[in-house]
């Protein structure tokens, strides 16, 4: 397999690890090459609709509003296959380890990172404003506690102000204490919460053993047009152009089914969306389609 060296066996002590690499197809088919990323390497979380009655073998960490990235020992790549293009700075503090993380530069600042790495300019100085938060390896024998702590070897997990640093985790005891948790780190302007099962191992794809807690808000929108889609929906709709009751247009493609691609709600139907509150334009921040409203 193309990537069977990303997801390393746990055989290895921490100084014989190897450092991945990854190349992409040397053909042009780049849309086959971002599913590939997304489908066999990276592991998602689900959203959480009640909480898991074995609350006390989670370990919680804050869910940082940053943008994803796979680190494969010379490079950063995007959860769509595309190289981030950073300063050396942060190339040369990463551990020789598949590592997964968020660029992050605070709280509420989702926005300005994305804008950043679209200038694809690592030069540029706001680069001094961001850090990587690591949250977990591609080893696939070891439980998540287990590579945690692989990760400690490399990461000193007391310096959360360094260029690297590992997400702090956690764990609780009961229902109150989670929700104290939470309203503790969304009244600070955090985004959620992140809860993985201390067992559970490293398989890319949906888990429901990474689960996401976050607040959610929801909005009614009007269709007004389509935008074609990439890759295996080339040839159908990528995402939905809408209106909000305040006039301001932006697309929602999350959440559409392959069925709803092929055949969208027409011009000028009321959907409704769900979103992680707003941007700092004011627009909902990761809307996704929920139903025909």
């Known amino acids: 397999m193309l990537f069977a060296t990303l997801i390393m066996s746990a055989t290895l002590s921490p100084s014989e690890l190897p450092v991945p690499v990854l190349r992409p197809p040397s053909n042009d088919k780049v849309s086959q090459w971002h599913e590939t990323i997304d489908q066999l390497l990276l592991m998602h979380g689900v959203d959480m609709d009640e909480v898991p009655p074995s609350i006390q073998d989670y370990m919680i960490s804050e869910k940082l509003d940053g943008v994803r990235a796979f ?39 989702f926005s300005f990172v994305s804008g950043l790495i679209n200038r694809d300019d690592p030069s540029r100085q706001e680069w001094r404003e961001v850090k990587f938060g690591v949250f977990d390896v591609s080893i696939s024998n070891e439980g998540f506690h287990e590579r945690y702590n692989r990760l400690k070897d490399f990461i000193d997990p007391n310096t959360e102000d360094s260029t690297v640093f590992l997400i702090p985790q956690t764990t609780v005891n009961n229902v109150l204490e989670l929700s104290a948790l939470f309203e503790a780190i969304t009244n600070k302007g955090g985004e959620g919460l992140m809860l993985q099962h201390r067992d559970n191992l490293y398989n890319p794809g949906r888990t429901n053993q990474l689960l996401k807690y976050k607040p959610t808000d929801n909005m009614r929108v009007s269709v007004i047009g389509y935008k074609q889609g990439n890759g295996k929906y080339y040839d159908a709709v990528g995402s939905l152009k809408v209106r909000n009751e305040q006039g301001q247009e932006f697309y929602v493609g999350s959440g559409l089914t392959d069925r709803l691609r092929e055949d969208p709600p027409s011009i000028g139907t009321t959907v409704c969306i769900e979103h992680t509150g707003l941007t700092t334009h004011d627009l909902p921040r990761f809307p996704r389609f929920k139903r025909v409203c």
């Open 71 to 109: 680190w494969t020992g010379t490079n950063l790549i995007s959860r769509q296959g595309i190289e981030i293009k950073v300063p050396e700075r942060i190339k040369s503090a990463l551990p020789p380890l598949p590592v997964h993380g968020e660029l992050w530069a605070g709280r509420g600042r």
